[in-house]
C-alpha cells in the first residue's frame, strides 16, 4: 500500500505525482559525485490545492554517487 502523500505547505492531500522535466529529464547530480556523467532522476509531487511543488529524488542512488569506488 503506497504512502498517502501531504502537501508540505497548506496539509493537503490532494497531491498528485509526476516527473519534473523539459525537453528531456532533469537529473540531480550531487556536487560530490565520483561520476561526472551520472545523475539521479528528479520526480515531482504537485499539491493540486496550493500549487506547491516537491521535488524529489532517490536518496540512495544520489548517496552512491558521492562514494568512492
Known sequence: MSEEKKC????????????????????????KASVLLSGVVVDANTCLDCGH?????????AKSLTEKP
Open 8 to 31: 508540505l505547505r497548506c496539509g493537503s492531500t490532494n497531491v498528485e505525482p509526476g516527473v519534473f522535466q523539459s525537453t528531456g529529464k532533469i537529473y540531480y547530480r550531487p556536487q
Open 53 to 61: 511543488v516537491e521535488l524529489v529524488v532517490d536518496a540512495a542512488k
